[in-house]
């Protein structure tokens, strides 16, 4: 199974993620797609199997990938101060991969029912969610 990983800015969000699933010995090979190279550097630092930067990078892995992991932001046009493209929350929200999306309130979204959780439960949340879909 492909899990794509997108993130933005410095990547910590999905550093982290891939850290984390990298601990859980989740058998996927993971490909970091970052909106700039920062972001890109720290997902691969962290153990992405491959790694690539930018806008049609990200459209081409949202066609070929099996999950897709990152902050609600990837979603949603101009999210992360404008590192989002239209584009870019197109091919997510429009990709048949299932989405395992982190609730940050940092893109002016709130979602009702959803508690207010550190960081790092919401992306011990994620890593079940992965855990549950492969092994479904």
């Known amino acids: 199974m492909i899990l794509l990983v997108i993130d933005g ?3 910590g969000i999905g550093k982290n993620i891939i850290e984390q699933i990298r601990a859980a010995n989740i058998d996927v090979t993971i490909i970091a797609a970052g909106t700039n190279s920062l972001a890109t550097a720290a997902m691969m630092k962290a153990g992405a199997d491959h790694a690539a930067t930018g806008e049609n990078a990200i459209l081409y892995n949202c066609r070929n990938c099996d999950m897709i992991v990152g902050p609600i932001g990837i979603i949603l046009s101009n999210a992360m101060f404008g590192e989002v493209s239209p584009r870019i929350a197109e091919a997510v929200s429009s990709s048949p991969a299932p989405k395992f999306l ?3 309130s940092k893109c002016n979204v709130s979602i ?4 207010n959780k550190p960081l790092n439960q919401y992306i011990d949340d994620i890593v079940q969610q992965v855990i549950l879909y492969q092994s479904s």
């Open 112 to 115: 009702a029912g959803i508690q």
């Open 102 to 104: 982190l609730p940050i």
């Open 9 to 11: 800015q410095g990547g």
